[in-house]
Structure formats: structure tokens, C-alpha cells
């Protein structure tokens, strides 16, 4: 095998005097290995040659060279000593070994003066062939075999054209390095070197591509971006697609994260030093519809107003503020009895409507015994008549609400609820003589009623009129009469609707109104529970009236009247209520004590003059 055998620029083995003494070896067929050369000098060819003594004497190394291609030595040497140098074989005993081996050398022959100065190693020192001689024949060196080495591959464009250079040793210490040699045969003119590139010359203009792609192709030249393979799969379109939507939200994500911490800590920041220096602007809710649920309290009044007045009443000797609802079209008011009746005769009434306008208004009819007065104004059109309810389908708690002009604050709308029904109550009597007082059965209310509500609706959920407000429990003196000026302590009254009706048709009508009687004298300082007749009459005439209704159901001077319509009576004033709240011509069925013994008795109600 040829492995690690040195290589000879054109195929020639080294020559005798080219190889030290003991460093040379059989050069005949067959293959051996050589000793490697002890100094490195030369930078041309295919191996290196040991650097010459500075101080022998002889021709120089590269006049002892032999072209490879010649085969002959040059004009004046001696041929004989030229083929003693490069016969080593067993098969070469000429003179020119015998000269080589210890004779004299040839006189003139620079092969003599080499092969004195190297003398050749006998042949029995000579190192074996590892292996038979090579039976093709094969040079070890020169010419290309199937054992050469292959020549090192450089970039073609920085190649020079007589092979690749090796670089030259360092020169070692107390020796001359000598210039390399030319190798011997027609002299080659060397290349002239490429101008240097002017800076502002333009750059080389690559050769145009061919249509052999792999004729161009130059695997030395730089890529424009790495190259790499990693094994791992290549993604796919949607893959990168996914990928690229993932870091999308991912960045939105972080996005949101950081600017919420940033608003957070800044509207804290805004929050605790009371914001930015500006003008300040509180938050207000926009505008909204204004109509509100039929039965609120907003939509009963909504309804209720325009049909409710404020009276301004001036009299001679006093003067006074109440509140009253239109009843129709015509004109016709009504309020309280003590409401107009500081007018008197010659007094004045001055109606105030809910749009602002105001009228005259003149007394059509009032009664005292139930507090009740119907007043008129004239030339008013576009009049509201306010809506009747009817008293007797009013339940404890059903809700209400109160309309009217306490301290003359016109248009004060109170709701409460019904706190009681058919409440006999006393109002008025002022007077001393008991002709103004008024009985009432009244329904009690906890809607807030002060003085000026007087005369003025008590409204259903349905904005209908179940009462008229008529007196208060006042909390300093204890009076049922609004005529005070204390306020309300939630415990108000108002005259039923059912019987305002009446009162009102029959004022209308006739100008005065009726009270359903029975006929009887009561003794009002009974204390005792129920209401007695008394032993006489208020003109010092009989306690039962001759001819009345009590005389023909058989009542007596005496008896103790306990029950009506089966409905307990406690006293006198109650008993008056309670028949009151009838109209004339009612049957009531009462139940009296006479003598310590209990009867009923039936009576058709008598009617008499307010």
C-alpha cells in the first residue's frame, strides 16, 4: 500500500544526494516504507527535502536535480554517476554504484561528488519490503494509481496554476534557508498578478448562467442565509397559521393584563388626590320619561291635581285657607262646612285652580251636622270634574293618598293608608250651643292631614274620591276640630264618600240637606254604656216625638239603645253617627234594655231639616 509515502512533483524518485547518509532505502519495485526527512526546507513539490549544510562544500542542491520528465542529466555531468545516483536496486551494479558504494568517484561527475559526500548504506543494512513487489507495476509516486493520494481540493478560484504552495518553515537557528528552486524543463512564464481594485472601480461582472445550472454552481460561494438541518418536522401552514394566532392572543392577553394595572393604578393614584386638575362634574342620571304607574302615588296625583282648588275665605271677623274638588262641569265645589263659614253672609271666596287661575266663588248650600258645603263659580270653562268612589268597598289598610293646601302650601299630595272605618267623631261647636257640631262616621287615616286639608279629596289606588278630609286628633288640646293649628299626629278623618254624595246632590238641589232620625231625645250626660233616651224633650216637651218613628217601633223615656244593625253603641254620640250614616227612609233594627230586659225592635228613619 501507498498510505504516507511522500509524493514527487512529476513522478521521480528523490535522487541519492537528496537523501541523507542512513536515511536511504531500496527505491526498487515493491513497497517500503522510508524514513521521514529530518529538516524541512524546500516549499516545492510534493515532499520536503532536508536543508543543506551551510558550511559543505559542493554544488548546490538544485544543480544535483534531475528532471523527472528527462531522464537525463544535464550537459557536463557524468551519466554514469547521474544513474548510480538513481539506481539503488540490486540490479544496478555498475561502476556508478561501485562509486557510490566506496570507489572513487568519476572525475568531473557531480553524481561522484554527492555520492562521496552521502555514501550509500549496504544492502544488507538496507530495510526489507513489507510485502512482495507490486506485480502491475504501479508507481509509488507520479502518475496517478488506484493507491495515490488524492490531491487536497482548494477553492478553483484561488488555485494558483502551477499548484498549490506550501508554506515555508521558520528558518532554524544557525541555518540559511535557500530559495526554492524552479523546476527544471521549459520555463513557464508566471501569471501576471491581478491590479490591484481601484475604489472607485465597479465590481467584477459575474458569467452569465448557463442552462446547465450545475455548470455554475459553486459550493464555495456564500449563501445569503445559514443552512442548517435539525431533524425536525417542517410545519405546516395551519400549524404556523395556529402559531401566529396564538402569539396574537398572548400578546393581546399581556396587553390587556398591563393596561389594566396601569388604569388601576393610576385611576387609584386620580382616586386618592381627587383627579386632575379641572372643573368639577358630578354624575347626574339622564333625562326620563315622566309618566309613572296608574295606581303610584305619582299617578294618582298626576290624575287628581287638576281637579283639586285652593279657597281663600275672608269674612268680617275672620278669615281662613281650605281645600275643595270640582264635582262637574258647571262649576260646583265642594269642601267642609267650616271651611266657608267665616264668610258668613257677606264674605268673600276665592277659588285658586291647579293651573294658577283663580275665580269667585259663591256658597250654593252648607250643613253643619255633617261639615259638608257646596260652593259655585261661574264664567270657568274647562273644568275636571274629579271621580267618585264608592265608601262602602274600602278596606282597613287599603293604600290612599290625601290632597290639599296645608298652611296654604296649595297642591300637597300625603299618602298613608286606611288605619279604620266608621270612626264616630264629633267636630265643631265652637259656637257653645252645639248647633255647629257635626257626626261623623267616619273613616280614620294615617295619610299626614294638617289644617288647610280640610275639604279636600281622600283618593283611592284608582285616583277616586272615597272621603273628604275632614278633621284631625290634635295633640295639644285634644280636639276633633281642624280648626287648630296643631300638626297632624297620623291620625286623620274624612266624611265617606257615600255619604258626601247625598249631602252634595241634596245642597245642590234644594240648597239644604236632610238628616235621617228616629225620633228620640238623648240624655247626652249618660255615662253609662249604650245610648238612654231621656225623660224629656230639649223644649221641655215628651223624649219620644208623638207620631215618630220611634213612637211606632214602640221606644219608651228610659230605655238604653245597646245595638244597631247589630253593631255595638257605647254612647249618645255614637248612636247619632251611626243613624246618620243612613239615608231618610232606611229600616234599622235596634236593640234596647228596658227594666233589665233586652228586645228588638225594627224603625223606618224619619227625615228632618238640616
Not at 548510480?84 to 555498475?94: H, I, Q
Not at 261661574?378 to 293618598?401: A, E, F, R
Not at 213612637?551 to 254620640?573: F, K, L, M, N, P
Amino acid at each position: 500500500m501507498n498510505e504516507g509515502k511522500p509524493t514527487r512533483a512529476g513522478g521521480a524518485a528523490p535522487s541519492p544526494d537528496e537523501v541523507p547518509p542512513g536515511d536511504r532505502t531500496d527505491t526498487s519495485d515493491g513497497d517500503f516504507e522510508l524514513r521521514a526527512p529530518q529538516e524541512v526546507t524546500s516549499t516545492e513539490g510534493d515532499f520536503e527535502l532536508r536543508r543543506p549544510d551551510p558550511g559543505s562544500a559542493g554544488t548546490p542542491v538544485e544543480d544535483a536535480r534531475m528532471t523527472a520528465s528527462e531522464g537525463a542529466a544535464p550537459a557536463g555531468e557524468d551519466v554514469s554517476a547521474t544513474v548510480a545516483e538513481r539506481s539503488v536496486g540490486p540490479d544496478a551494479k555498475g561502476s556508478g554504484a561501485a562509486a557510490v558504494e566506496g570507489g572513487s568517484p568519476p572525475a568531473g561527475g557531480r553524481g561522484a561528488e554527492t555520492a562521496a559526500v552521502h555514501p550509500v548504506a549496504p544492502v544488507s543494512e538496507r530495510p526489507k519490503p513489507l510485502h512482495a513487489p507490486d506485480p502491475y507495476s504501479t508507481p509509488p509516486y507520479g502518475e496517478p494509481g488506484p493507491w495515490a493520494p488524492a490531491p487536497p481540493v482548494q477553492h478553483p478560484a484561488t488555485t494558483p496554476a502551477h499548484g498549490t504552495a506550501v508554506p515555508a518553515l521558520p528558518p532554524q537557528h544557525g541555518t540559511a534557508t535557500p530559495a526554492p528552486t524552479a523546476p527544471q524543463g521549459p520555463a513557464t512564464p508566471a501569471p501576471p498578478p491581478p491590479p490591484a481594485p481601484s475604489p472607485t472601480a465597479p465590481a467584477p461582472t459575474p458569467p452569465p448562467l448557463t442552462s446547465n445550472p450545475w455548470q455554475n454552481y459553486d459550493p464555495w460561494a456564500p449563501v445569503p442565509a445559514p443552512l442548517q438541518q435539525t431533524g425536525a418536522a417542517v410545519a405546516s401552514t395551519d400549524q404556523r397559521r395556529r402559531r401566529v394566532r396564538k402569539g396574537l392572543v398572548g400578546a393581546a392577553v399581556l396587553l390587556a393584563l398591563v393596561s389594566g394595572g396601569v388604569g388601576g393604578v393610576v385611576g387609584a393614584h386620580l382616586e386618592r388626590n381627587g383627579g386632575v386638575a379641572a372643573d368639577v362634574e358630578l354624575p347626574q342620571a339622564g333625562v326620563e320619561s315622566a309618566g309613572r304607574a296608574a295606581d303610584s302615588v305619582a299617578g294618582i296625583a298626576a290624575r287628581a291635581l287638576p281637579s283639586v282648588v285652593t279657597l281663600h275665605v275672608n269674612g268680617s271677623e275672620e278669615q281662613g285657607t281650605g281645600t275643595g274638588f270640582v264635582l262637574d262641569g258647571r262649576g260646583h265645589i265642594l269642601t267642609n262646612n267650616h271651611v266657608v263659614e267665616p264668610a258668613g253672609a257677606d264674605g268673600e271666596i276665592t277659588v285658586t285652580f291647579h293651573s294658577g287661575d283663580t275665580a269667585k266663588a259663591t256658597v250654593v248650600g252648607r250643613d253643619s251636622g255633617y261639615d259638608l258645603a257646596v260652593v259655585k263659580v261661574s264664567g270657568v270653562s274647562g273644568l275636571k270634574p274629579m271621580t267618585l268612589g264608592n265608601s262602602d268597598n274600602v278596606q282597613v289598610g287599603d293604600p290612599v293618598v290625601a290632597i290639599g293646601a296645608p298652611f296654604d302650601l296649595a297642591g300637597t299630595v300625603t299618602s298613608g293608608i286606611i288605619s279604620a272605618k266608621e270612626r264616630p267623631i264629633t267636630a265643631g261647636g265652637e259656637s257653645g250651643d252645639a248647633s255647629d257640631v257635626s257626626y261623623v262616621d267616619a273613616l280614620q287615616t294615617d295619610a299626614p292631614i294638617n289644617p288647610g286639608n280640610s275639604g279636600g279629596p281622600l283618593l283611592d289606588s284608582r285616583a277616586r274620591v272615597i272621603g273628604i278630609n275632614s278633621a284631625i286628633r290634635s295633640a295639644d288640646d285634644g280636639s276633633d276640630s281642624g280648626g287648630g293649628q296643631s300638626g297632624s299626629i297620623g291620625l286623620g278623618f274624612a266624611i265617606p264618600v257615600n255619604q258626601a254624595k247625598r249631602v252634595a246632590e241634596e245642597l245642590i238641589n234644594t240648597g239644604k240637606a236632610t238628616h235621617p232620625v228616629i225620633g228620640v231625645t238623648l240624655d247626652m250626660d249618660y255615662s253609662g254604656d249604650g245610648a238612654r233616651v231621656d225623660s224629656k224633650g230639649s223644649d221641655g216637651g215628651p223624649a219620644v216625638t208623638v207620631g215618630g218613628p220611634g213612637d211606632r217601633a214602640g221606644i219608651e223615656a228610659g230605655d238604653v239603645i245597646t245595638e244597631i244593625d247589630g253593631a255595638r253603641v257605647h254612647s249618645g254620640e255614637e248612636l247619632i253617627v251611626k243613624t246618620r250614616a243612613h239615608r231618610p227612609g232606611d229600616r234599622l233594627e235596634l236593640t234596647l234594655e228596658r227594666d233589665g230586659k233586652e228586645r228588638k225592635i225594627s224603625l223606618v228613619l224619619g227625615s228632618s231639616d238640616g
